[in-house]
T-cell receptor
Framework: GAVVSQHPSWVICKSGTSVKIECRSL??????MFWYRQFPKQSLMLMAT?????????EQGVEKDKFLINHASLTLSTLTVTSAHPEDSSFYIC???????????????FGPGTRLTVL | GQNIDQPTEMTATEGAIVQINCTYQ??????LFWYQQHAGEAPTFLSY????GLEEKGRFSSFLSRSKGYSYLLLKELQMKDSASYLC????????????FGRGTSLIVHP
């Protein structure tokens, strides 16, 4: 399957600071990228969907001014958690999907996740 | 919207067979996925069903009945490394084809 990388894999920051998480598709062009958040023993909760070159579509209840998403190229999307607070501590996972190839629309390829801890 | 239900936790013995069920309610069904997720890691794709029937892939098989809104993931010859969370995700034909994930079933395999 295709490979998606995420950086950093974990981050600890102070309350009030901003944190940027990068998501890269290494061997395919991710026309669409998804950002999820997962709390312990909970399922993946979709935060937003972004298509390359356009604004992200946020799910209900997700603050777009707090979680800034940029998808400037077909291989890179970033999520910036602005003014992070302890309640933002979670596991953030990105995934990419391509419109090309036989598996178009049938698979999302997930990154390894970023563990964010806000003190 | 979509409603996906799967058991919270299951236990099984190494070498045995286990079946993890998933029931769903959705309008405009357009595919069901199973993912495996080890603790602290991202999900990995296991299977995709869009037509009724059984899809077999090695030790893992996935079944779908669209009329019943039901799927199961069958794991054979269980190994300790199969201890993980198994996520059922359902996609509808509306919108941008984004699957909705269930809460996941935590499978514990013991010797």
């Amino acid at each position: 399957g295709a490979v998606v990388s995420q950086h950093p894999s974990w981050v600890i920051c102070k309350s009030g600071t901003s944190v940027k998480i990068e998501c890269r598709s290494l061997d395919f062009q991710a026309t669409t990228m998804f950002w999820y958040r997962q709390f312990p023993k909970q399922s993946l909760m979709l935060m937003a969907t972004s298509n390359e070159g356009s604004k992200a579509t946020y799910e209900q209840g997700v603050e777009k001014d707090k979680f800034l998403i940029n998808h400037a190229s077909l291989t890179l999307s970033t999520l910036t958690v602005t003014s992070a607070h302890p309640e933002d501590s979670s596991f953030y996972i990105c995934s990419g999907r391509s419109l090309a190839g036989e598996k178009a629309y049938n698979e999302q390829f997930f990154g390894p996740g970023t563990r964010l801890t806000v003190l | 919207g979509q409603n996906i239900d799967q058991p919270t936790e299951m236990t099984a013995t190494e070498g045995a067979i286990v079946q993890i069920n998933c029931t769903y309610q959705t309008s405009g069904f357009n595919g069901l996925f199973w993912y495996q997720q080890h603790a602290g890691e991202a999900p990995t794709f296991l299977s995709y069903n869009v037509l009724d029937g059984l899809e077999e892939k090695g030790r893992f098989s996935s079944f779908l009945s669209r009329s019943k809104g039901y799927s199961y993931l069958l794991l054979k010859e269980l190994q300790m490394k199969d201890s993980a969370s198994y996520l059922c995700a359902v996609r509808s034909s509306g919108g941008s084809y984004i699957p909705t994930f269930g809460r996941g079933t935590s499978l514990i395999v013991h010797p």
